[in-house]
């Protein structure tokens, strides 16, 4: 079975500042997907990035880029300037290539981006 | 981007009595479904995943007769949580994943919250 961890419950940042979060998980497999979620207070679950494990290249989008490390089973999620709007809580989540969609979350780290 | 829809947003039921929430596709065929159920300031927990047409599959330590979930069309699932009770109380989301799905992406609904009194 897959295990997600998101050590850090909860962090903080200035506006504008850059942040990274942290996800390590465990699995016997090779081929898989990597994402990292936001859940605003809304409560609507967004994706922010998704990794390939076969990429070796770290995914980027705009302001969010992971750094990938395959054999150390990280996958960190860096933001850079920091906005307001990025307060939410950001799970970590991982899915096998075979199991049809299935995710494993993380604990998820709540971000609060202070002005 | 794909959308998927729950209703209702929020319920508020006596203890006893059933619920059922609705969880659509609506822009797209949705060939499986996923519950999850969270708690405040914790993650989700998938309940059961369903596919158009057959049985539901659910996650260990979820009951299946407590917590009915149909898949009978390409765009919409059901959960029936049945004899609800106070611990019954929770944030349900449901998400919808098809065959074109980019990456294996999964598509969430807003989530519903489940109130029993």
């Known amino acids: 079975a897959q295990t997600v961890t998101q050590s850090q419950p909860e962090m903080s940042v200035q506006e504008a500042e850059t942040v990274t979060l942290s996800c390590t998980y465990d699995t016997s497999e090779n081929n898989y997907y990597l994402f990292w979620y936001k859940q605003p207070p809304s409560r609507q679950m967004i994706l922010v990035i998704r990794?390939?494990?076969?990429?070796?290249q770290n995914a980027t989008e705009n302001r969010f880029s992971v750094n990938f490390q395959k054999a150390a089973k990280s996958f960190s999620l860096k933001i850079s300037d920091s906005q307001l709007g990025d307060t939410a809580m950001y799970f970590c989540a991982f899915m096998k290539i075979t199991s049809y969609g299935k995710l494993t979350f993380g604990q998820g780290t709540i971000l609060t981006v202070h002005p | 981007g794909a959308v998927v829809s729950q209703h209702p947003s929020r319920v508020i039921c006596k203890s006893g009595t059933s619920v059922k929430i609705e969880c659509r596709s609506l822009d797209f065929q949705a060939t499986t479904m996923f519950w999850y159920r969270q708690f405040p300031k914790k993650s989700l927990m998938l309940m059961a995943t369903s596919n158009e047409g057959s049985k539901a599959t659910y996650e260990q330590g979820v009951e299946k007769d407590k917590f009915l979930i149909n898949h009978a069309s390409l765009t919409l699932s059901t959960l029936t949580v049945t004899s609800a009770h106070p611990e019954d109380s929770s944030f349900y989301i449901c998400?919808?994943?098809?065959?074109?799905?980019?990456?294996?992406?999964?598509?969430f609904g807003p989530g519903t919250r489940l109130t029993v009194l």
């Open positions: 998400s919808a994943r098809g065959l074109a799905g980019v990456g294996n992406e999964q598509f």
């Open positions: 990794q390939e494990a076969y990429k070796q």
